[in-house]
């Protein structure tokens, strides 16, 4: 059966001429299956704006292949281009809700440009509203709304027109993380009930963790890791994804840490790593019944990937030398 | 001092003003608000960038805005007179009181446009929304408040103006004082006359204000 790319990225350069020329994206590759929720990560200037906005052209590579849903977006004039757009919506980091609209006239933009009657408009905002909670609020303006409200309008804005795809300009760089836990739930919920395939781009890994399938790490305009978010976060292979990691995956022992299990004497110290379905359970009751030594549990840390658990043990086990030979 | 036939000609001072600085500004908002919006958006980094068509424009709007109005008055006669039939009197006035205010306007709307967010107009281009759409329903409302004040200041400039219209007989307050109060020593008259100027333009502000304010959603 054949996978359908519903972005695909070939090739693609930018870069941008001015005093000093930048090179804002060199060669990048890259392919977004229909459905999946893929994340892109990297620093301030690494290109990620860059990037997303090429998909909707609201930047234009120099230089390879902008595919979406099987359109090549470089070849299309004006008038098409605009007809491709409006398949596609967009959030913000400062939302970019229009001030003298109100809450569901905002929502009614896109319906407005694609000159739906009146009435069919109405009820398509009303059903909008309550996607993302904010029927109460209909008439109020976005000056009188909170952070997490406003882009909650803007999500709604971006999908009036049944769009199938939702780029998200560091959507929540600007909420606190509560907000933010919000918006990502609502993200992954309009992702699994209505299937939409969802692009990320942020700087903070949490937002990865919590709602992407797949990631991609940009640097200087370069793709320099990506694959399945378990196992970037679990196996980092460059330094700039383990950076990013550092405050969100703890599969090392913090220095200090292992300065005082160095120790604590007799015994022997291993440290496990599991991912996915393995708990560390059964393998420690395995331990302690196959190999009849003990089990001391120094130091752990057990975090959550969506729905898979991984993390890592410090265990001291302690017995007679035979039997702990044997374990090795 | 105060005989009935000064507060007649006051009150026709007044309305001549009136209807000198009203018409002209209308005319000069419907003219120089398509200048305004060109300028903006064929400004680099705009909707429609166009350096060549830019530049060339802002000379011009620049040019219109260096003539000084007492000659511009002189300078436009034939003109006016082809236009409205004859060069003296209000009606005639309002010729070069439009010429004047048009670029003045343009640059003041262009002033708003561009406080407009431009993430906002990125998020209209990302819906697909075609340049006009994104002047009508994006720049204008966004900016409107703004260019509410914009014309509030349009037209105090022309009550300013206007007084000048009295070289080429135009009547209005301004005339008066000068006549009058100036040229026949009349200092009263001349004292009354300021006084309904400031009350006139304190008015135009006061309300230009009051609109502004109730139009702003922020």
């Not at chain 1, 393995?278 to 549990?297: A, C, H, Q, R």
């Amino acid at each position: 059966m054949e996978v359908v790319f519903l972005i695909q990225f070939e090739n693609v350069t930018k870069v941008y001429k001015g005093e000093n020329e930048v090179v804002a994206l060199s060669d990048v590759d890259l392919t977004i299956k229909d459905g999946e929720i893929f994340g892109i990560i990297g620093l301030s200037g690494a290109g990620k704006s860059t990037l997303v906005r090429c998909i909707n052209l609201l930047e234009t590579p120099d230089k390879g292949r902008v595919s979406v849903n099987g359109v090549d977006m470089l070849s299309l004039t004006s008038r098409r281009l605009r007809e491709e757009r409006k398949k596609i919506g967009m959030i913000f980091q400062h939302f970019n809700l229009l001030s003298s609209r109100t809450v569901e006239d905002n929502i009614a933009f896109p319906l407005e440009l694609s000159k739906v009657p009146k009435k069919v408009r109405k009820e398509k905002v009303a059903e909008l509203l309550e996607l993302v909670g904010l029927t109460d609020k209909a008439r109020a303006y976005p000056s009188q709304l909170s952070g997490g409200q406003k882009q909650r309008v803007g999500i709604a804005r971006a999908l009036a027109n049944d769009q199938e795809i939702l780029l998200c300009d560091e959507a929540t760089s600007a909420l606190d993380p509560q907000t933010t836990r919000s918006i990502l739930d609502l993200l992954k919920k309009i992702n699994k009930e209505r299937g939409i395939t969802i692009v990320i781009i942020t700087h903070e890994m949490n937002v990865i963790k919590e709602i992407c399938d797949k990631v991609a790490v940009i640097e200087d305009g370069r793709i320099i890791e990506s694959g399945v978010v378990e196992e970037v976060l679990l196996n980092p292979t460059t330094d700039t994804a383990k950076t990013f990691l550092k405050g969100v995956i703890k599969t090392e022992v913090p220095p200090e840490v292992a300065a005082r299990l160095k120790l604590s004497n007799g015994g022997e110290l291993i440290q496990i790593t599991f991912l996915g379905g393995e708990t560390g359970e059964p393998i420690i009751n395995e331990m302690v019944s196959k190999f009849d030594v003990l089990v001391n549990i120094l130091y752990g840390n057990i975090d959550q990937v969506q729905d898979i658990t991984f993390g890592m043990l410090v265990l001291k086990l302690t017995g007679p030398e035979q039997k702990l030979a044997k374990l090795s | 001092m105060f005989n009935p036939m000064i507060w007649t000609m006051l009150k026709t001072a007044l309305l001549e003003t009136l209807y000198m600085v009203g018409v002209s500004t209308v005319f000069a908002v419907v003219l120089g608000l398509p200048l305004g919006i060109l300028l903006v958006i064929t400004s680099e980094g705009h909707i429609k960038p166009n350096k060549w068509f830019n530049t060339i424009l802002g000379w011009i709007v620049n040019v219109g805005r260096s003539v000084p109005f007492i000659i511009l008055m002189v300078a436009i006669i034939n003109f006016t007179r082809w236009l409205v039939g004859t060069s003296i009197g209000t009606t005639a006035a309002i010729v070069p009181l439009t010429i004047s205010a048009i670029p003045f306007f343009a640059r003041v709307t262009e002033q708003s446009l561009r406080e407009v967010d431009k993430g906002i107009i990125e998020a209209a281009q990302a819906m697909g929304a075609t340049t006009m759409q994104i002047i009508i329903k994006v720049l204008l409302p966004e900016a409107f408040s703004s260019l509410v004040l914009a014309m509030t200041i349009t037209a105090v400039n022309l009550i300013g103006y206007s007084a000048m219209a009295g070289a080429i007989g135009g009547g209005g307050l301004g005339d008066l004082a000068i006549r009058y109060g100036y040229q026949r020593f009349r200092g009263d008259i001349m004292l009354i006359t300021v006084i309904v100027l400031v009350i006139l333009v304190q008015g135009v502000q006061t309300i230009g204000n009051f609109i502004a304010r109730r139009l702003s959603h922020k």
